[in-house]
């Protein structure tokens, strides 16, 4: 739990962070920007993504639609043992925390056979209570990938490595992917470790998150530095935010940030939808073979 300072309750910063125009044709400069937000804390905004309006707006309007139904329907695609489907509010709960996160969520993974680990069929809310849900959360997942897919090339000219280094099925060719819609409510309180979702960094390579205007996400640059310093990420329309995961700050040898991050609930009620993607198995040895090296000399 954390102790609330004056500074935390009297001033709301705000971090600027670094765009990256998915348009724009001289990679070299994308690459060299999206290298140095990398190395500072590992969120950035991309644009000219390519994800129409509509689409966001279809999403969120249909993952509001099931949040809004009751809860007696909602436990009905409750989530099984791979926690695809639904996860009530306070089930989540991060390390050292003591409530779990004033948030519900619902998430949907990467279709597959039940043998494989973390893929198997999807649950999904009843297609009479909510009618094209499945193809706009399809078509959605879809779309957040493709766009992972282009951050990644950015990501391997930023890392001296080919542009196509992550396209193989090894890496994001044939990725693991965890799409999560989420629902915040009610008031965080850090001094009563109270959050929407507690202090945590993400374990994949990287997460594209949409959100609606309601602030809510914050990033502490030094974990280390007591007490912790929390600035605000503001939603841009038309951006996405995303960060850098676990895995690639690893693969870095520590180099390229996973910065921590938590959201705090104003009362209001907060909508986002993230997709992190991650390959299947971890290639440590082979990325740093290739990667390590021209790493450390950046
Ligand atoms: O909803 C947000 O703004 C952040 C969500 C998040 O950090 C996560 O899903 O890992
Ligand atoms: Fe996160």
């Not at 102790?3 to 994308?30: G, P």
């Not at 060299?32 to 966001?56: P, W």
């Not at 999560?180 to 109270?194: A, Q």
């Not at 997709?275 to 950046?298: G, N």
Request: charged residues 25%; aromatic residues 10%; hydrophobic residues 35%.
């Amino acid at each position: 739990m954390e102790n609330k300072t004056q500074e935390e309750a009297s001033t709301i910063n705000v971090s600027s962070l670094a765009c990256i125009d998915l348009a724009n044709s001289n990679l070299h400069r994308s690459a060299a920007s999206l290298k140095q937000a990398c190395l500072d804390c590992g969120f950035f905004y991309v644009t000219n993504h390519g994800i129409s309006e509509e689409l966001k707006d279809e999403a969120f309007e249909q993952s509001k639609k099931f949040f809004a139904l009751p809860l007696d329907e909602k436990m009905k695609v409750l989530k099984n043992e791979k926690h695809q489907g639904y996860s009530p509010v306070l089930s989540q709960i991060s390390d050292n925390q003591i409530h779990g996160d004033y948030k519900e969520s619902f998430f949907i993974g990467i279709e597959g056979s039940n043998d494989t680990p973390f893929c198997r069929a999807n649950i999904w809310p009843n297609p009479d209570v909510l009618s094209g849900w499945q193809a706009t959360m399809e078509k959605y997942h879809q779309e957040a990938l493709r766009v992972c897919k282009a951050i990644a090339r950015v990501l391997a000219l930023a890392l001296n490595v080919d542009g196509d280094y992550f396209d193989t099925p090894e890496m994001l060719g044939n990725p693991l992917t965890f799409m999560r819609l989420l629902h915040y409510e009610g008031m965080s309180d850090p001094s009563k470790g109270i959050y929407g979702c507690g202090p945590h960094s993400d374990f994949g390579m990287m997460t594209l998150l949409g959100t609606d205007s309601v602030m809510g996400l914050q990033i502490c640059k030094d974990r280390d530095v007591k007490p912790r310093k929390w600035e605000y990420i503001l939603s841009i329309k038309g951006a996405y935010i995303v960060n850098i995961g676990d895995l690639l700050e690893r693969w870095s040898n520590g180099i390229f940030k996973s910065t921590l991050h938590r959201v705090l609930g104003n009362g209001q009620d907060r909508y986002s939808v993230s997709l992190l993607a991650k390959p299947i198995r971890v290639y440590l040895h082979k990325f740093f073979r290739h990667v390590h090296f021209s790493v450390r000399l950046l």
